[in-house]
Structure formats: C-alpha cells, structure tokens
C-alpha cells in the first residue's frame, strides 16, 4: 500500500522536529547503547558470566549477571548475608534501567549460584574483599567508572575494600549498614530491645539464652515481632517473592560462620563479632553514599555519621524505612541512589545529605 501525502507530510515533519529539537536526541541514543550487547562477550550467556576465584584452597567459580552498558556508571552490587543472594536487589531492575546505569548481579563465594565449597575457613572477611577485587578485574570495572555498592554484610565488605583497593572506586555506597558490630549490638539490645512487647521480648531471650535457635516458636516471635519492623516492614504474607526466594536459598554455613546462629544479633563465635572500621574510616576518600533508614536494625544516627568520617560523604535517609529499604522505602531509597551515582558522574557531587 503506497503511504499517503497526509503520511508523508506527517513523517517529514516528526523527521524535522527530531533533529531540531536536541534535547531528545540523547535520550534516544543513550537507550539504543544501553541495550546494545552486540559487542559483549556474555551476549550467549544474556549477561551471565562465571568468574574463577583463586583461593587459598583452590579455585572455584562465581556468578555474576551485567544489566544494561554505560562506559561511565557501572555498579557492583554486594549483598548481604552473609550467604544470601543477589536475588534480594531484583527491584534495581524497576529503576537503574531507566537511570542508564550498568549494573552487575553478583553472587558471592559460598552463595546458591556460585560454588559452594564446604571448607569453613574460607568465610573470611579478607578472603572475601581479594573475591570482589578478582571480580572487578574480570568484569573490566575501574576508577572511571565502578561504583561499589553493598548492603548490610555487603556494606561491612564494601567498606574493607574501600580501605584496601579505593584507588579502584569512582564511588562507594554503604547501605543499611554501621561501621561497628559491637556498636549494632549496643542498639540492638539498648534501643531496639525495649521497644518490643515486654512478654515477646523475655520470650525471645528465654531461646536466646538457651541458644535454641532453631525452636519453632523463637523464629516466629522473631519473624513477627522483629523482622516485620527492623529488617522489612510488610507483613510476612506479603513479602516480596525475590525475599523469600532469597531465604530459600540461604547458605546456613556462611551465615552461621559469621554473622552466627542468632537472629537477634550477632553472638557466639561468629567471626564478625568484633569488627569495627570506625578509627578508619577517615582514609576513604572516594565520594560515599551512606543509606540509613529510620525503622533500622542499624543506628540511623550511626548511619548519618559515616557519611560525615569519610572524606567526602553524603546521606541519605529513609524516613519510612527498615534493613530493606529498597522495598519498603524504595521511591526515596532508589531516587537518592541514583542521584548520588549521577552527581558523581557528572562532576557536581558534594557532600549534602538527602
């Protein structure tokens, strides 16, 4: 069918206006190269790519997945745990597209879709931050343009990198995260203790004391009287499917190896007991985002703190969130992290907080 005169005239027209008006032009490219993998080497693999790690115990793989290219803003995504997944960051999928930001899932040793050794002595914190540095080799990630993000256990092993290889780092985002376990634990049993109902509470430490952990009836106080306030404010028949597929898929021994067999602190042997940066976090000089939530399992005041050690800090707090911000808070989460990976980008950081 041949295209009539009104078309044609009406083609010319949005042709003309597409090329006079510069604004959008951009726009349009910058999404055409953000969804251009032609020239990727994970292109078979949609993004996918396995990363040996060299270990003191040998070699093993890991999992990571990029999403998106932007030669600039290219994010690392740890998570927490540790031994849980990169499936509990799935909602960056609803907003760093759209932003133009690369980013990579990532699984760290130990965690469902990377290997999983059972030497214990590999969950190790110093072990962990020569893993993310292997990773970032690999996956071509440098000053120019790598971001590290990490959230809880992410955010204490973004924050040990930071101190070794910040020369690496265009930018640093610390998410939900303090720079000192015995410092969480003083609020967890100061602040956050006292405010659950007396009964729950002396119930809850009747297993803890006993270190019947794994009772039925400790995890369900703990899950309904605890988590549905500080870790995701939602309730438990509600909770988002990447979370819960994320616990299915739990690595207890990491877990349990560092952070310990208790949900209402960090207790026993674990190896993260006494780690505390906070003498050094003045030599991180890379620009640092610090994300605090109001309803935190972390201090939020701590959080704000961070971001006024480092060198060039900001902060962001999200008022009407929890330790899961990004889904119980996740317009102003999502918006204050973009905007502190653009305005670093762009050269217009400073260091106001949010």
């Keep these: ?14 042709c003309f206006n597409c090329k006079s008006d510069q604004s959008h032009e951009p726009i349009k490219n910058n999404a055409i190269d953000y969804l251009d993998n032609s020239n990727k080497d994970d292109l078979y693999m949609g993004g996918i790519k396995m990363i040996p790690i060299a270990t003191p115990k040998g070699e093993f793989n890991v999992w990571t997945k990029r999403v998106g290219n932007n030669p600039t803003m290219k994010v690392l995504l740890l998570h927490g745990g540790p031994g849980f997944t990169h499936e509990l960051y799935e909602s960056f999928d609803g ?16 965690s469902y879709y990377s290997d999983q050794p059972k030497d214990l002595s590999l969950w190790d914190l110093d072990r962990f931050v020569e893993e ?7 996956l071509g990630l440098n000053k120019d343009n790598f971001y590290l993000y990490g959230q809880s256990w992410g955010g204490i092993l973004g924050m040990q990198y930071a101190l070794k290889y910040q020369d690496n780092l265009k930018g640093l985002i610390i998410s939900n ?13 100061e602040v956050l203790a006292p405010k659950l109902d007396p009964k729950v509470l002396e119930e809850i430490m009747f297993y803890e004391n006993a ?9 369900d106080l703990v899950v309904n009287h605890y988590y549905t306030k500080h870790i995701i404010r939602v309730p438990v028949d509600e909770w988002p499917e990447p979370f819960n597929r994320s616990f299915k898929h739990l690595n207890p021994e990491v877990y349990v190896t560092m952070q310990g067999p208790s949900e209402f602190g960090v207790k026993g042997d674990a190896t993260l007991k006494n780690w505390d940066v906070t003498k050094e976090l003045h030599r991180i000089i890379v620009p640092t985002l610090s994300i605090g939530a109001t309803h935190d399992t972390m201090d939020p005041e701590h959080m704000k703190w961070i971001s006024t050690e480092v060198k060039n800090g900001r902060f962001l707090l999200c008022p009407n969130g929890s330790h899961l911000s990004q889904f119980d808070d996740q317009k102003v989460y999502f918006e204050g992290l973009i905007k502190f990976i653009k305005d670093v980008d762009d050269g217009s950081f400073n260091s106001e907080s949010n």
Excluded at 132 to 138: F, H, L, M, S, Y
Excluded at 177 to 189: G, H, L, N, T
Excluded at 211 to 219: A, G, M, T
């Design 1 to 14: 069918m041949k295209p009539s005169i009104y078309f044609l005239s009406l083609l010319v027209l949005l």
């Design 95 to 110: 907003y760093f597209p759209h932003a133009n930001i690369e980013y990579y899932y990532y699984d760290q040793l130990g």
């Design 132 to 138: 993310v540095e292997q990773v970032r080799i690999a």
């Design 177 to 189: 995260m303090v720079a000192s376990i015995p410092e969480y634990m003083k609020y967890s049993d």
């Design 211 to 219: 270190e019947d952990y794994s009772n039925e009836r400790y995890l």
